[in-house]
């Protein structure tokens, strides 16, 4: 793939997520010849992703291209590439577009929408991981309307009118208060000739709180702020089934719906040939120590969602956050400069920094170490966090534009169709 | 299609350009029941899709909801629809959501790329006519780099980087100069391993001269400044075959190109049940009198692009730019209202106001009624002009971002592969 041959240490990082770009720029400077693979050009910023599909940004505004990260390092090669198998004998990756040899290889893969195997959820829901879901969604919602003025079948229109989240992690509590939002500002303006009062959004959570990874105070106050937006949410309910129509609990508990959201769960991208005592059962995660060295590979190395780090203090790995994705990437590439000098590693240590999740305009919950709140406050920190660890200033600047003009306005203006998404949603229920 | 009766007069206007929507807009508040069909939910600000192609604006910037522009007026009603036929006896349309019964139909579908019926060239080559075919080439155009980084083909490589963009007119002008001023300003930094000095941009117009519609001065100087710039303007040359590697022109010139963009002509999007007698042959644009109305026909009007008023200033209608199309939308509005009253209507008068085209930074060509000028000054008024008609404040102050920020950094961000174009191109050049 037409890498030159280096005198320094070749570094290759699949990945160009929040660990990925946090550890290529720790080393840019460095005697590292470093190559970053990833299957865009783009780094996402995912925590905005809902936004995108709920029509409040740009999905160019929250992608940022690797190469412009990377500009300026001569010793720093992008290559537009999949990963197909890790030749750990060799010290080699086979990709899409050739072979390459590393000296240390870094995987920062992080996570893909996990149906637990479930093909039907899989053909019929949405996932919103990526850039091309979030529009992807965005698109059906939008079209979902279109298609509900169209029928005179009360059952069709209902259906079509009815949003099922399933997961009430932060993406899922994000996602349904935006489409609270939508509804109450932006529906009846668009559509006066449907009654979209009769549009649902149902947030199903399959345990007894939402945000579970939060303190019991944010869980809460999160219920009540969805409540107040109208938002339906299930708790103790699991989606067990969907055909494209009806979704199925373990409950008595039934929805029709046209639109089902997975966001319940996430599983590590793994690559062939580092399977096996490495991955952790269920999330894929490569187990992986101190120092991220995927356990049994002294130069094989894994950051970020992909990777679990069990410590006494987690002892299922950090949060699937860009937080300690970041941290992750840092602390390696520290290590990896230590190497050259043959310094002592640092063990990484989590500062854990806290989380937060919005809910609507003027509402969101926050628990930092030493201070937990909710509210108006809290929506503040939570763009001003947000807005800082976009990467790129035009990127910033366009979003707080946005935010500001949704704000004043009541709206959203990227309610577009761009590329229509084939749905399955039959126009007929049986 | 669930449209209400009304004892207004109902208006079907087809398609939501610059002159469906100048009309819709004269309509909105008089005693009409008007329904706006488009087979997209946003209206598309053409002038600068060139612009998204080429990275340096977001596509979403462009586009805006058509649901917005008629929100608040009752008798308003959008329909994501596809007209099929006219039924011109009994003034009904027939559609992809079902048949609507009109008192007055107005088309407005506007124009699409022209092939001349060249298979291979509508297989191969690239339009840039709508936001998703500026969306695949801007994908198409960074892909081409990555794959040229990966070749060891010298043929191979400087087909992929040999950019081929066919019409002389202000798109393809526009797109060249784009074009040109990434090869500067993006390439060496975004690519240093790769010699993207070897990039070439090559405009291929078949008359004497680029912008054949505007002045002589104004075509002098903007093939000047795309020959500053490093653009290849190949004239009195036609490009008559492209096989998707080699494009045969009129003259011994040939093309290794991977890249063939067209821009060499539009034809008129036709309806059926309007053919015969009032198309024009090859453009297919209907003949309409100066009150816009379909020859032969009371109650059908065609305004914009695909209407073509035969007067003695205009032998072949009027220019197919933003201009006409708004002023037509306009005046057929004020002319429906006249009918309500029984006043006289007035026969449409084009006011030209000039036209412009920006070939770069600092760099435009403008003719005004009374004044022709060239350079800066052309240039800010050119973008002055572009962001007043741009539709949306939102929008504008986007867009006006992005320009300052492009112009200040010498960048285009948005040059991401959201959703990858499946090229035709064959890795290997046989």
Redesign the interface.
Known sequence: ??I?QSSFKRVIIIGGGFAGIALARKLCKKEFQVVVMDK???HTFQPLLYQVSTGGL????I???I??VL??Y?NF?F??AKVLEVDTENNKVHTT??ELKFDYLVVATGTTTNFFGNKDLEKYSMAMKT??QS?NLRSLI??NF?QA??T?DYHEREALMNFVIVGGGPTGVELAGALAEIKKGILP?????LDTRRAQINLVQGSDRLLPEMSEIASKKAEDFLEQLGVHVWKNVRVESYDGKLAHTNTETTFETATLIWAAGVKAVTLEGLDGDNLVSGSKRLRVNQYHQVNGYEHIFAIGDVAQMELEAYPDGHPMMAQPAMQQGENLGENLVRTLTGKTLKPFQYRDKGSMATIGRNKAVADLPRFKFQGVFAWFVWMFVHLYFLI????R??VF??WV?NYV?F?R???????PYKKQYKTQLD
Request: a negative charge.
């Open positions: 793939m037409n030159p865009n050009n783009y740009e999905p160019d505004s992608a940022y291209p190469r412009k500009q300026g001569p090669f290559r537009l577009i050739g850039i091309p529009l939008l079209e279109e003025l169209l005179d303006k668009d559509y006066p000739d790129g200033f035009r990127n600047l366009v534009i946005n003009y306005k709206d203006e990227a309610r577009l169709i761009i590329r």
